[in-house]
Every structure is written in C-alpha cells, then in structure tokens.
C-alpha cells in the first residue's frame, strides 16, 4: 500500500497470494487489513490497477465494492492497456 496524503489515496501497489493458497479467503482478509490501514491512516479511498487481461483480479475487485474508474494507454511490459478501479475507505 502507498499513501497519497495529497488526494487521500491508498493505492494498492502489490496484492497476490500464492496460486497454492488462492481461493481460500487469504485476498479477502488482506484487503480488510488494508482497509483498516487506510482508516487509521485517514485516507478517503483505495485504488488499484490491473492489466486488462487478468479477469480474476479484476473480478475480485469488483466483488469488493471497487468500481472502474478509466483507463490509461500507458502499458504494463506485456503490452496490456491498465485499468484503474477505486473505491471509498469506509
């Protein structure tokens, strides 16, 4: 997580789980913890980005109250557009 006092954001910079360890609630509690960091660090929203073609994460985020928020041209290595998905810290 890096904070951003200026617009009061918490971007997820780094957010993975071992493939072994997926899909056992591991992503669920992290995003709590970062939750409850960017609470007392009051910061006003959380925000992520993702390539475009990996639909798990996004789906995760999704499932987590993050909504899409646009897109940059800007690649990652793999040439894959980024999408920015944010929501509020509550």
Known sequence: MIPNKNNGEGLIYRHVVAPEHRRQGIGSQLLEYTQRW????????LAVSLHTKNYPAIEFYR????????????????????LHFSRSVR
């Open 38 to 45: 960017a609470l007392e660090r009051k910061l006003r929203s």
């Open 63 to 82: 499932s987590h109250g993050f909504s899409f928020c646009g897109f940059s041209e800007q690649t990652y290595n793999n040439q894959q557009i980024v």
